[in-house]
């Protein structure tokens, strides 16, 4: 039994310490605080420091949970605790350059629904809040995922297909040792419409300005997150900065993963580097120089432009470039 | 003689498709199924059939003293078309009887009228 | 006892209590009640004693109907045959009509004439029954008429509700002529190869297709999409589904679909052994595309919870038809499994809005909201079958999904053919159109305000838990332990639906595939690649471990409720700015206004074509057959 015993420890170390739970919190609300004090510059302001997010959190978590009248306890409770266990897990399967925690032949279906999930949690406590602002917050944010979910399954298709040249290929391993071996996904001139897709799809799945849609905090008050307060809702605050690395993280390795230091250590600082600036890059300025959409224009903008970036380059691989 | 059969039971199935889909009265379309019906019942018989055959009843010892030495007509499709007529006017019956009621509820066999239910 | 006999009796037994309850027990409820549980109980206990030998040995159990054996190379008697197709099918069709008996007695006790219910109701389940484990073709057409006509009247029976009528008139007309179409292929078939026993119709027609079978194909395609309900011939599914009593439309959603289900994959992998025709796994393909596309986009426009689940049953049954059109074991296995978890989550659902109309009184999303307080473990039971439609882990509408998914990937990468990509996309997103659905409903029935009305709502009586609480327990079962589903259920049935020697063999004795050409290929396992229990053990204990931790850190409280239903402390209050009260303006209905805003041109067609008009259906139907026919004649001669 030594092996099994070795092997549950192994996991639970994953899950729980590295790559899972505890690195992504921190990476996380890492990006957060860089991505606050960021547009705190833009803005001409100094911005609060970077381990903010942290202070943040750790106070949410010390203040009283009232759950409303009007919600359902056990759901309420539940919900972000089910997003946040899915968005550790996720992290297991994105390889930081020359590591994966766990590695099969279809991480990238996994991780997908996984990504899914991490939303539908939101949507569920939303609901069981029991609030007709959180209902309303819940039917926008259910539509942001249907916008974003189309193109993004043909950005996964196409970088399985380039992969796998006449096959398709999900395990994220095989697409990092491809690009080993090929350069990075990046420069493949067919794939540049959809890496520039998935860029677009970050912000809206991770839910920053301009497709904050589901929490505008001016019109409907959060949206889900309404009925929300201390333990739950510094969960909820975590899973969206969780969601920053993963995002950014599932892009490093996709498109950029060709980087070996050799060391481990210096591969998840490398990594951590890379996201960082692609946090800046596509949510940070993005944020700071617009204004948020209105439901059915996000819908479209999806559907049409970011879908016909996508599908453009599943095409171009499919003939073969 | 057979292909009369056959073009006999084609223009039956097909006036029977052209009631069921033109017509708005509920009761034609009733019957137009009930026509859809009655056109495959003569196809099955008639593919039973053998020119000059004669009707499958006999004695084993018949048989086996070569009296019936030959030709009759297949008796599977008669059973087959047997059952299906019985099926069919069962099923017709039910149908009438839904129009008799939707006519008590809705006042109208008219297909257009009965749309309670869409979308 | 001998084994041999186990089929018949379950089906005859099925039919003897259906005259039984009308005789003896119209007037006395205990009568009927105990006739109806014995019978289903004995029955599934029959079936069920049949996995051993079927599944696990691998045998094929046949009988003769008054033993009437074949006689001189032709089958004439007819013989009931259970391969592990077979046996799947009928494990699926007892489990559906025995939790539906048990929910039942509880859920039907208010209604007039139960003897007549209950009647149709074993004349519904020994049909199907019947339809699964027959071997001969043209038993099969009549177990399927008395199933359309069982079910129509079904649908008819609370003929007091809004729409029961037209929805039964409108399933029976659409359903003869998908009967009529059945029985015309099946005359076509009989000219061409004199037999109606299917072991020795695979065996004759193995040698390749004339005009004739060709024809007989098509029809019998076309007669069995009709009973499958895929598009477009689904919309007397929508109907009748949405008015019938709940334990029927879970019946009909159960096995009744399945029984059409079954009858394709029958006849185009067994019968006439075609699917290596890429034209026939294209059309299949396109029609079970177009199937669960369309069933999940009406869903998401409806505002009557039964009908939305009817919708859905429809988008569901398109998976599977599309995974077997697919034409590889890996499809095979992933519509099966499909079918299998569709019958047990759909089940569940329509159990839960039959729990909710008993309750509450009304199905209408609009007028409903808030129960998860009143009833809680309802709400459990219908969170797991929302969570297994949509394909959430570790239910099991994930595990069949993803095989799909991993189906429709290979295919596109064997054939290079960009419409499995497309196929593939689809079903991706079809998947998340259904969990939109559902968040639909869930918001709208069970969470949101508590509605004035229902403040004094129950939970459901025993009865009518029991077949929820079991059914929610399968879902999870089925996807947790994938693996031993695979091994006992999946395996031997896709086994059985590609060899067939042993199925022709045992009907016509031994050799007689062989001489007709009939070969085996064996089937490989299905690799489920991310698969491992230890994983998912030590996953469980992290969420435990987390949930744990918020509660602890949270100390959640919430506040004491006066007499009046108003809240002591303002702070458990739900947030309304200001305002005395509020609800969401937008209705329960339309929550994803914002979607369906976008797709007004989509809607506005998918309108006119769901007019309600029964010869607006009956066109769409016969313009569909005559497509099925064209294509097949033109690709397969």
């Known amino acids: 039994m030594p092996e099994t015993a070795q092997y549950i420890l ?65 759901v309420f409770l539940a919900a972000p605790v089910i997003g946040f266990v899915s968005l550790a897990i996720i992290m297991l399967f994105i390889p930081i350059f020359g590591f994966t925690a766990v590695s099969g032949s279809a991480d990238l279906i996994v991780i997908l629904y996984l990504i899914t999930i991490g939303g539908v949690a939101l949507i569920v406590g939303g ?5 007709p602002y959180a209902g309303i917050g819940v039917s926008r944010e259910m539509v942001t995922m249907m916008s974003y979910e189309l ?28 690009q080993v071996e090929n350069g990075h996904m990046l420069f493949q001139w067919s794939m540049i419409p959809a890496a520039i897709a998935f860029l677009l799809i970050i912000p809206a799945e991770v839910g920053m300005q301009p497709f904050d849609v589901a929490e505008a905090e001016t019109e409907i008050c959060e949206g889900p997150l309404i009925e929300y307060s201390g333990a739950p809702l510094a969960v909820f605050k975590l899973n969206t900065a969780m969601k920053m690395i993963i995002m950014t993280g599932l892009f490093t390795s996709l498109f950029l993963g060709q980087f070996r230091t050799g060391y481990y250590w210096a591969d998840a600082l490398l990594f951590v580097a890379i996201c ?34 996508a599908l453009s380059s599943l095409i171009l691989v499919w003939l073969g470039l | 003689m057979m292909i009369v059969n056959y073009i006999a039971s084609f223009v039956l199935i097909a006036l029977g498709l052209y009631t069921v889909c033109t017509k708005k009265n509920l009761i034609k379309i009733v019957l137009g199924m009930g026509l859809i019906d009655y056109g495959v019942n003569l196809l099955i018989v008639s593919f039973g059939f053998n020119e000059g055959g004669t009707a499958p009843i006999y004695q084993l010892s018949d048989l086996l003293n070569g009296v ?50 869409r979308g | 006892m001998n084994i041999q006999n186990f089929p018949v009796l379950a089906v005859m037994l099925l039919f003897l209590s259906a005259f039984l309850v009308e005789i003896f027990g119209s007037k006395i ?7 109806t549980i014995v019978a289903v109980t004995v029955s599934a206990a029959l079936i069920f004693a049949l996995i051993p030998a079927v599944l696990i040995k691998g045998e094929v159990i046949s009988y003769w109907m008054g033993n009437w054996e074949p006689v001189a190379g032709y089958a004439i008697g007819i013989g009931y045959e259970v391969d592990a197709l077979s046996l799947f099918f009928a494990l699926l069709v007892v489990c559906t009509f025995w939790l539906s008996a048990v929910y039942s007695i509880s859920y039907m006790k208010d209604d007039h004439h139960l003897g007549h219910y209950y009647t149709l109701f074993l004349m519904l389940s020994g049909s199907v029954l019947g339809l699964v484990l027959t071997g001969d073709i ?40 998908g009967s009529s179409l059945n029985l015309a292929g099946i005359a076509l078939l009989y000219a061409e190869c004199h037999t109606l026993n299917m072991a020795q119709l695979s065996a004759i027609l193995s040698g390749g297709l004339s005009p004739t079978t060709v024809m007989a194909f098509a029809l019998i395609v076309a007669g069995f999409g009709v009973k499958s309900y895929m598009v477009p011939f689904h919309t007397p599914a929508a109907d009748s589904y949405a008015v019938a009593p709940t334990a029927a439309s879970m ?40 199937t669960m596309f369309v069933g999940v986009t009406m869903a998401l426009a409806q505002h009557e919870f039964k009908r939305l689940l009817a919708y859905h049953s429809i988008s569901q049954i398109g998976y599977v038809i599309m995974a077997v059109g697919l034409g590889s074991t890996l499809g095979l296995t992933g519509g099966l499994f499909h079918a299998m978890n569709h019958t047990l989550f759909k089940g569940l659902l329509f159990l839960t809005a039959g729990a909710v109309l008993k309750q509450a009184g009304t199905t209408n999303l609009d007028a409903l909201g808030g129960l998860s307080k009143r009833m809680p473990r309802t709400t459990l039971y219908f969170l797991a079958g929302a969570a297994a439609i949509s394909g959430i882990p570790p239910f099991n509408g994930f595990a069949s999904k993803w095989i799909i998914y991993q189906a429709a990937y290979t295919k596109a990468v064997e054939s290079g053919n960009f419409l499995y990509v497309i196929v593939t996309v689809a079903g991706l997103i079809v998947s998340v159109m259904t969990l939109a659905s559902f968040i639909k409903v869930t918001q709208a029935v069970f969470f949101g305000q508590l509605r004035e009305e229902h403040a004094h709502v129950q939970e459901p009586p025993f009865l009518m838990r029991l077949p929820m609480f079991l059914m929610a327990l399968l879902c999870s079962a089925a996807g947790l332990f994938y693996p031993l589903v695979n091994r006992y259920l999946l395996h031997p049935a896709v086994d059985a639906t590609v060899n067939v020697t042993n199925y022709i063999d045992k009907m016509m004795g031994d050799g007689y595939a062989a001489a007709a050409g009939v070969t085996n290929i064996p089937v490989q396992e299905v690799q489920f690649s991310f698969w491992d229990p230890l994983l998912w053990l030590v996953l469980f204990v992290v969420v435990f471990v987390a949930a744990a931790v918020v509660i602890m850190a949270g100390k959640g409280s919430r506040g004491r409720v006066l007499e009046e239903g108003a809240v002591a402390d303002p702070k458990y209050a739900t947030f309304f700015s200001g305002e005395q009260e509020l609800y969401s303006q937008v209705g329960g209905s339309d929550l994803f206004w914002g979607f369906k805003k976008n797709w007004k041109a989509y809607y506005r067609v998918m309108d006119k074509l769901h007019s309600g008009i029964v010869t607006d259906y009956t066109n769409m139907a016969v313009i569909a057959v005559g497509v099925i026919v064209i294509v097949m004649f033109i690709f397969l001669i």
């Not at chain 2, 059952?83 to 939707?102: D, K, N, Q, Y």
């Open chain 3, 29 to 35: 409820a205990a009568i009927r009640n105990f006739i």
């Open chain 1, 10 to 74: 192994w996991t639970a170390f994953y899950i729980l310490i590295f790559p899972g739970a505890l690195f992504t919190s921190v990476v996380g609300l890492f990006l957060a605080g860089v991505d606050r004090k960021v547009i705190a510059h833009m803005q001409r302001r100094i911005g609060p420091p970077i381990r903010q997010p942290m202070y943040d959190f750790f106070k949410l978590l010390g203040k009283e949970t009232i759950i409303p009248h009007a919600a359902n306890k056990f």
């Open chain 3, 138 to 177: 043209f038993n099969m057409f009549v177990m399927i008429e008395i199933m359309t006509f069982a079910s129509v009247a079904l649908t008819a029976f609370r003929n007091g509700t809004e729409g029961a009528l037209e929805g039964a008139f409108k399933y029976l007309v659409i359903g003869s002529i």
């Open chain 1, 127 to 131: 609901s069981a809040s029991g609030s």
């Open chain 1, 276 to 309: 960082t600036v692609l946090t800046i890059l596509c949510m940070t300025t993005v944020h700071a120089v617009t204004a948020r959409l209105k439901i059915e224009h996000l819908f479209k903008f999806y559907w049409t432009i970011v879908t016909g970036l």
């Open chain 3, 251 to 290: 019946v009909f959603s159960g096995m009744v679909n399945k029984a059409g289900v079954y009858g394709m994959i029958r006849m185009v992998y067994i019968v006439f052994r075609a699917m290596d025709a890429s034209a026939l796994q294209m059309l299949l393909v396109i029609f079970g595309t177009l």
């Open chain 1, 151 to 178: 193109p993004f399954v043909l950005v996964l298709l196409a970088v399985a297909r380039k992969v796998g040249g006449s096959t398709l290929v999900f395990s994220m391993e095989q697409i990092s040792q491809w």
């Open chain 2, 68 to 117: 019936a030495s030959g030709y009759f007509v297949d008796p599977v499709p008669q059973a087959l078309t047997l059952t299906s007529i019985v099926i069919g006017a069962c099923v017709e019956a039910m149908a009438l009887s839904l129009v008799i009621m939707i006519y008590r509820k809705y006042r109208s066999v008219n297909a257009d009228e009965v749309r309670r239910l």
